[in-house]
């Protein structure tokens, strides 16, 4: 039986080697829905919403898994008698990254150089880019300098390895895991 979980593990791993490629075939989906899409966007959650056109994104930015965006909230139908939905824009700049599990509430805008920390829940805007923000409601914990700062001694690179090199490549640098 571990003879056919490797093969079928090797086989998966093959395939995985190719998700840019399934990436940029995403992205261009999402742009013919009428997403705005910058050039190196990074995709593993779908960029969709009711409306997809009032999704942007800029350069260089990654969006990590489960994340979900909203672009309206019907929630007003139950306090209004002549209206169903209200709806805003999600606008993402340059250069962010949005963590596993987050929500984005219509209506947000997030400036260039913002990391929305795992299972955060955004409900205001960060315009002013340059920090890092987390928590439900989401709100400013630290500045991308004084993060890159904390933890550059346990920045490794791993671009590139295969899923048995990444593995011995991280045994040999468990000194440089982060600790909490």
């Known amino acids: 039986m571990n003879r056919v979980w490797y093969r079928v593990r090797k086989?998966?791993?093959?395939?995985l080697d190719k998700r840019e490629l399934l990436?940029?075939?995403?992205?261009?989906?999402?742009?013919?829905k009428g997403v705005k899409i910058g050039e190196n966007m990074r995709a593993f959650s779908p960029l969709l919403s009711a409306e997809p056109y009032l999704l942007s994104f800029g350069h260089n930015v990654t969006v990590s898994t489960k994340v979900t965006f909203l672009t309206h909230d019907n929630s007003v139908i139950k306090l209004f008698e002549n209206g169903t939905d209200i709806f805003?824009?999600?606008k993402v700049g340059n250069?962010?990254?949005i963590g596993s599990g987050s929500i984005?509430?219509?209506?947000?805008?997030?400036?260039?150089?913002?990391i929305v920390g795992a299972g955060s829940v955004v409900t205001k805007s960060f315009k002013e880019g340059n920090?890092?923000?987390?928590?439900n409601p989401a709100k400013v914990?630290?500045?991308t300098e004084n993060y890159a700062s904390k933890i550059s001694s346990n920045v490794l690179n791993i671009k590139g390895l295969s899923y048995d090199?990444?593995?011995?490549?991280?045994?040999?640098?468990?000194?440089?895991?982060?600790?909490?």
């Open 11 to 15: 086989f998966i791993y093959k395939i």
């Open 23 to 32: 990436m940029a075939l995403n992205v261009k989906y999402y742009k013919s």
């Open 88 to 90: 805003g824009e999600i």
């Open 95 to 97: 250069n962010c990254f």
């Open 104 to 114: 984005i509430l219509p209506g947000i805008e997030l400036g260039n150089n913002v």
């Open 131 to 135: 920090v890092i923000i987390a928590g």
């Open 141 to 143: 914990i630290s500045t």
């Open 165 to 180: 090199d990444k593995k011995y490549f991280l045994e040999a640098k468990k000194y440089l895991f982060v600790q909490k």
